[in-house]
């Protein structure tokens, strides 16, 4: 699982994760020592599993320092384990945590994530300018930030991801379309969906039985139409999700499916299903993450397709996609470990290790000098980091009942159980009563 692969887990949980007494600090000082160290790191993700077994290989032979990592999948068994140990105080030196950005502070301010700015910053801030800046800026927290987060950077990306859609270029060419040509205008997207109805052909395929790929679909959408500005006065409070604006996005799932477009059953699918049809030429379109470069290649190396940006619905502001750090390392601030968790953490996102990893696991790699090992295919969704963003970097947050609401709204849009308007209204029905619950606290 990924950035996003990264989702968006609704976790009520800010209240309960416990600090406790930290433990002493301490880390290697010369090779006798080191030797008896060794680092635990929990991750979620399969697909790098071998990878990451390799280099644990490497730095113990470099340094007699055993590292292993613990795999736990999928993505939302790992959010539990990595909970139950935050309550109980016991979680290993290396970590990651998934899910909004106010969880993440969360575990911060209990003094479970180290600041590593101090190291990021030390030799001319040498670490801290190997990264893409993209890539830090998910683990950042600025000065006056909104979540009362000290001032840092709390996790070390290594990858970053795009999302972005694909076309088949084999399909498109059974549909007389020119597979050099993707659709950049929202009219001729939805003008394709016809040409899908008459040949009896599947359009879009997405996982969004996940409701967080919807919510990243829907905010690309809402950015390009009006604007970073307005989507986040919307999150403040200070404009409805009845503007107009807000429910000219919710038609366009309309728009979509009425045109043909959208996968049958695509709201209930899982992502790896999606992931297998498209791989299997059975839909002309998909929308997924900078992932997908190494799942199709396992599923498919003779797979040809292109990727492209959502088409634009307006040329007011510019077109965005969610990216970012795809998935960061965050050390435990109470492990007695620490200081060597943060040179292990150095050492992995260093030039060398993240080609290894960006060659093995065709990844995004985050530190900048990697960035010429990478695929034709991951060049393309590279193009796409200039333009990213997340609700990570945002500042702000949704509460989690109103994300849930919006992107269920839209699956019943897109089934036609309710109108773009009726979900407006009910998304801002749930936004209202849970800015008054914030204000009487």
């Not at 498919?300 to 634009?312: A, H, Q, S, T």
């Not at 699956?411 to 109108?419: C, D």
């Amino acid at each position: 699982m990924k950035f996003g692969r990264f989702a968006i887990l609704i976790v009520f949980f800010t209240g309960i994760i416990l600090s406790g007494c930290g433990q002493k600090n301490e880390g290697a000082s010369n090779p006798s020592e080191a030797k008896k160290i060794s680092l635990t790191v929990w991750h979620w993700m399969t697909d790098r599993e071998s990878a990451l077994q390799e280099l644990s290989k490497k730095y113990e032979e470099k340094t007699g320092i055993k590292v292993n990592f613990e795999l736990y999948a999928p993505s939302d068994a790992y959010a539990q384990k990595v909970r139950a140990a935050a309550q109980g105080n016991n979680l290993p030196d290396i970590f990651s945590v998934l899910g909004e950005k106010r969880d993440f502070a969360a575990y911060v301010k209990v003094g479970h994530i180290s600041n590593l700015a101090p190291f990021m910053e030390a030799n001319n801030q040498e670490w801290e300018k190997g990264f893409f800046s993209k890539a830090l800026a998910t683990s950042e927290f600025i000065e006056g930030n909104s979540y009362g987060v000290a001032p840092g950077i709390y996790g070390v990306p290594i990858d970053m991801t795009s999302i972005m859609m694909l076309y088949n270029k084999d399909l498109f060419k059974e549909l007389g379309l020119d597979p050099e040509r993707p659709p950049v205008k929202w009219e001729d997207f939805l003008a394709i969906g016809q040409k899908i109805k008459e040949a009896k052909k599947q359009g879009l395929v997405s996982g969004w039985g996940e409701i967080w790929m919807i919510d990243c679909i829907a905010n690309n959408f809402a950015f390009n139409l009006m604007g970073k500005d307005k989507v986040l006065l919307t999150i403040r409070g200070e404009v409805p999700y009845t503007d107009p604006d807000w429910i000219r996005v919710f038609t366009l799932f309309k728009q979509m499916q009425d045109a043909g477009l959208l996968y049958n059953g695509l709201v209930s699918m899982v992502n790896k299903t999606a992931e297998q049809l498209f791989a299997n030429g059975k839909a002309v379109f998909a929308f997924n993450g900078s992932w997908c470069v190494n799942v199709y290649q396992g599923m498919n190396p003779d797979l040809k397709y292109g990727v492209m940006f959502l088409p634009r619905i307006s040329d007011k502001f510019p077109v965005s996609v969610w990216g970012g750090a795809g998935s960061s390392f965050m050390v435990y601030d109470k492990s007695k470990n620490k200081e060597g968790a943060i040179k292990f953490l150095q050492w992995l996102s260093d030039k060398e290790q993240q080609m290894f990893l960006a060659e093995e696991t065709r990844n995004l790699p985050a530190n900048k000098g990697a960035a010429g090992r990478i695929s034709p295919a991951l060049a393309e969704f590279s193009k796409a980091i200039e333009y990213s963003t997340h609700p990570r970097v945002w500042g702000v947050s949704e509460f989690s009942q109103v994300i849930e609401a919006f992107d269920k709204g839209i699956q019943s849009i897109i089934i036609g159980e309710k109108t773009p308007e009726q979900v407006a209204q009910e998304v801002q029905k749930i936004k209202e009563r849970e800015l008054a619950k914030k204000k009487n606290k």
